[in-house]
């Protein structure tokens, strides 16, 4: 899980797993109504974007806003798992 804390809380979050050494599953993300509007989703999903790239491995995003964040950002399609 990637997430942002405040105040000992989370308040964002991204949940993947894995189910081979080269991929990553996103499964759902979540930010709380109060960061709403301020791009924290799209930084959990460039986070682990970075970390895909680092270590080689592809990404399949199942969570919808994951998908339409890579879909508006071409320059993450090169850690997207292609069939």
Request: aromatic share 8%; charged share 25%; net charge negative.
């Amino acid at each position: 899980m990637f997430y942002i804390e405040e105040n000992g809380s989370k308040v964002a979050e991204l949940v993947y797993n894995i189910p081979s050494a080269q991929k990553i599953v996103i499964e759902h993300t979540e930010v709380d109504e109060s960061l709403s509007g301020k791009g924290i989703g799209k930084q959990l999903v460039q986070a682990v974007a970075d970390h895909a790239r680092s270590k080689d491995i592809k990404i399949i995003p199942q969570c919808s806003f994951a998908k339409s964040v890579f879909d508006q950002v071409p320059e993450w399609q090169d850690v997207l798992f292609k069939k």
